[in-house]
């Protein structure tokens, strides 16, 4: 898969795609009927997918609190994985933004990308303001000269399948719930980091990683399937995850922290991809370290019980 990153400087090899447009966070089921519409609407061209970085409500709300299921490089990889050629990252600038829909379209969609065919969800909104509709574009498309298929919104049983209710399920404590949205596990994906080593002192040594950028799941214990993605310990393992900020030690920032079964091993610096299954119970305090140890065989017994079972 190639990576363009600039409207205004692509190569000829690179021009003429039938592209999906839009954030794709999470890549969910919705996401994938999308591109699937991409992929047969123009089955010569090349199948790509044009999205933004930052997401555009990272640009408008910086302060506001991380919402996004998947970083940049995750989202990438999962395109890759669903046979996307062309992955169109464009800058999501002052510039961009400030763009009437009229000009997007002729501008980045048209003459910059060369597109051959676009599809979008029937909620899409471009241009500045969110001025531009679905509708719009298939208008534009047919002055411009490239094709326009407006995809439908897909249903999860009552519910329309979404980013929003994704992260909903996940900050309620229902990974299965956001993982029928998705298509696939919700995974949280990153290096090992260094931590304070309270695990390997209570003997669960875990894999620290950063929760920065993300949406955080509901705080508290999760059956889990790790992929070790890289190194002399490559592969998938089973395990018990605490996601939160570890109340019994203080005030400390949120993260997720993974015990792998029947692992021994140094994955510092490691890439690690942690798959959320099944949720346990919230953090909690404990009277005494003796007390949490209990609970964590607890956790590991009953983690060990739901996953054998998949």
Known sequence: MRIIRDYKYV???????SAAIG?????????????DIARSAA????????TFEPHPREFF????PPFRLTSSDTRAHRLEKLGVERLYELPFNATLSGLTPRAFAQDVIADGLGLAH???GADFCFGKGRAGTAQDLKAFGAEMGFGVTIAPLIQNGDAQVSSTSIRNALSEGRPRDAAAMLGHWHRIDGPVIGGDQRGRDLGFPTANMSLDGLHPPKFGVY???????????????HGAASVGVRPMFGINKANIETFLFDFS????GTELSVALVDFLRPEENYDSIEALVAQIDKDCAQCRAILSAL
């Open 43 to 50: 089955p010569d061209a090349p199948l790509g997918i044009v």
């Open 23 to 35: 954030n794709f966070d999470g890549v969910h089921l919705g996401h994938q009927s999308v591109i």
């Open 61 to 64: 709300a910086p302060e506001a």
């Open 223 to 237: 059956a889990v399937l790790v992929d070790v993605l890289e190194g002399p310990h490559k592969g998938s393992y």
């Open 265 to 268: 091993g140094d994955l510092y």
């Open 118 to 120: 676009v599809v979008i």
């Open 11 to 17: 190569n000829k090899a690179d021009r003429g795609a």
